[in-house]
């Protein structure tokens, strides 16, 4: 079975922490993704990657960076958490552009 | 750009009642389209998917849905909800160069007994 496991189900950080989430897939696919989710606005796209080392910016990229040092792992970073960073955060991956995306259980992040 | 509209935020059926729920998206060639559920507390599974040929798709659970190309939608339809069916539908759109999907804000059905 394809998995995707995220670190954290549940996750409580207070306002300036540097936070951590990480991803990672078991199916050698090339592509992963990060959205956050909110109610009323769906899924938003920060960042993913095509490739290790190689990022691209999603729709809402502020305020977050992206590691991806090996294929397996995909790691998304508050560099100074806000209370407006509170949501769901959902990793995915693909093995190829536009196919079937496996999306990891969520994390959800409250900055207090 | 592409974009997604789902234009009902919740839609309440009775079990056994038939189902729709409505998808438009925007863009300029041929879409790749997609339908997801997730459960509560649960991350997203994938109910279907049209990349070309048949506008007729079957999924997962006994769920369809109709590509209209002139009306540029992709609803999903299932004959008979079963209480397992209460969750959110999310419906995506993906592009030929675009290397992500672009999502829906979401249908929540709940379902009556």
């Known amino acids: 079975d394809v998995k995707v496991t995220q670190s954290s189900r549940y996750l409580v950080k207070r306002t300036g922490e540097k936070v951590f989430l990480e991803c990672v897939q078991d199916m050698d696919h090339e592509n992963m993704f990060w959205y956050r989710q909110d109610p009323g606005l769906g899924l938003r796209l920060i960042y993913f990657s095509y490739d290790v080392k190689m990022k691209e910016k999603g729709d809402i990229p502020e305020g977050y960076s992206v590691s991806r040092e090996k294929k397996e792992r995909f790691s998304l970073i508050l560099e100074s958490a806000s209370t407006n960073q509170t949501s769901m955060y959902l990793c995915?991956?693909?093995?190829?552009?536009?196919?079937?995306?496996?999306f990891g259980q969520g994390t959800r992040l409250t900055v207090v | 750009a592409q974009s997604v509209t789902q234009p009902d935020i919740h839609i309440t059926v009775s079990e056994g009642a038939s189902l729709e729920l409505r998808c438009n998206y925007s863009y300029g060639a041929t879409p790749y389209l997609f339908w997801y559920v997730q459960s509560p507390g649960q991350g997203l599974q994938l109910l279907l998917k049209?990349?070309?040929?048949?506008?007729l798709v079957q999924g997962i659970k006994g769920f369809e849905a109709e590509f209209k190309r002139s009306q540029s939608s992709f609803n999903l339809r299932k004959p008979s909800v079963h209480w397992s069916d209460a969750a959110e539908y999310f419906c995506?759109?993906?592009?030929?160069?675009?290397?992500?999907?672009?999502f829906g804000t979401g249908t929540r059905l709940q379902v009556t007994l």
């Open positions: 049209y990349f070309s040929g048949d506008t």
């Open positions: 995506a759109v993906g592009t030929g160069t675009a290397s992500k999907l672009t």
């Open positions: 995915a991956s693909t093995l190829l552009l536009n196919t079937e995306a496996f």
